[in-house]
């Protein structure tokens, strides 16, 4: 009997895209990282698993080009970006988003942001 898992059960169906981008002092602009973006993403993949949203992947992205409306991240597929100021907006964003596939609308950004 072979319980090898398939194909199927190792593919991830969601995969998170956190900016955790930082530069130096002296760089113009306020990013990511500086807003606190290390703690809030540590907290996604905490949150991730007590949720059991087993087929998401949380990575860390070095680069989102909207910093300034930061702590952001995007999920695809369905390429949809988020800001997130608190582990209570992560949250939100988990349960409502992720687990229940129904957009956070206040947190959503925007094409044109």
């Known amino acids: ?47 991730t698993n007590e949720l059991v949203l ?16 930061g702590p952001i991240f995007v999920i695809y597929p369905e390429d949809v970006w988020y800001k997130c100021e608190t582990t209570a907006d992560v949250d939100g964003v988990l349960i409502e988003h992720m687990k229940k596939g129904n957009h956070v609308n206040d947190q959503m950004l925007g094409a044109n942001e």
Request: aromatic content about 6%; charged content about 30%; hydrophobic content about 25%.
């Open 54 to 69: 087993d087929r998401t992947r949380n990575n860390s992205a070095r680069w989102s080009d909207r910093c300034e409306l």
């Open 1 to 47: 009997m072979n319980n090898s898992p398939k194909q199927d059960d190792l593919v991830y169906t969601q995969h998170v895209f956190f900016c955790t981008n930082e530069c130096a002092p002296c760089h113009p602009r306020e990013l990511c990282k500086a807003r606190g973006s290390d703690k809030l993403r540590t907290h996604m993949k905490v949150k």
